[in-house]
Structures are given as C-alpha cells and as structure tokens.
C-alpha cells in the first residue's frame, strides 16, 4: 500500500473500532450485543420471518455464527425459531412482540452513537462521506 491507501485503511479501521464501541456501550443495557442489534434490524426490513440462511447471508456471516446470534436473541425472548412449514429441514426466524418492542430502543442507541461519531460533519460532508462508502462497498470483493 501507498502512504494514503495506508492511512485511509488506518482510518477507516479506527472510526469502525469507534461505531462498534459506542454501539456495543449503548446496547449493552438493553442486554444486546451490535451483532444481536444488527440481526434484529436485518429481520425488522426483512419484514417477515427469514430462514437461518437467509439471516446469515444478510448479516455477512457463516451460518454457525448466525446460529449464535439468534440462540443469544431467544434466550432474551426477542426472536423464535420454527420449523419452515414448506422445508422441515429449515429453521424461519421471526420477530417476537418483545423484539419489535425492542426496535426503538435500538435504533434510538444506533441514532445517538452515529450521531456522537458524525456530527461533527456538516449534512453535505455526512452525505459526501455515504456516497464514498456505499461505493466502497457495492465495488468490494467478498
């Protein structure tokens, strides 16, 4: 690497560390980890139950990771597990009463980390930074 390529992977890596920092100390009263808060997101767009799989793809995990989250989840009540009545070899994940409640308070959590971390950039420089790294990220290889 370059000494810029080399510097922007040093700070990409250092505002990650932070977002995942503030998030895991806001969450942490609510009894959920970032990865907990992020599958219940994920689930919440999904709009209706998810296959274990699909889960796992959308979190950009392995299954078995998937599996960990989700058992975490269930133990708190906020998601069940079924068996697919269409394949009794997969396992749906939905949303419980108790995680949809939970929604806000996560995303009240993910607003106030994301705004200790972005805020000090004005609204034109926050959507400029978007832009960059939705780029990065459809343009990434795996």
Do not use: C, K, Y
């Not at 992020?38 to 990771?65: D, H, I, Q, T, Y």
Request: hydrophobic residues 40%; aromatic residues 0%; charged residues 30%.
């Amino acid at each position: 690497m370059d000494g810029v390529t080399d510097q922007l992977a040093d700070a990409v890596q250092q505002v990650a560390r932070r977002l995942r920092h503030g998030t895991r100390h806001r969450l942490a009263p609510l009894g959920l980890t970032p990865g907990q808060g992020r599958a219940l997101s994920v689930l919440e767009r999904a709009g209706g139950p998810l296959r274990m799989a699909e889960l796992a793809a959308a979190l950009r995990v392995v299954p078995r990771s998937a599996t960990g989250v989700v058992e975490g989840l269930e133990e708190l009540g906020l998601v069940r597990r079924d068996t697919d009545p269409a394949d009794r070899r997969s396992v749906l994940v939905s949303l419980t009463d108790a995680g949809r409640g939970t929604l806000d308070e996560l995303a009240e959590a993910r607003r106030q980390t994301a705004e200790e971390l972005f805020g000090s950039l004005e609204p034109p420089e926050q959507r400029r930074l978007l832009d960059l790294l939705s780029r990065l990220d459809t343009t990434a290889h795996p």
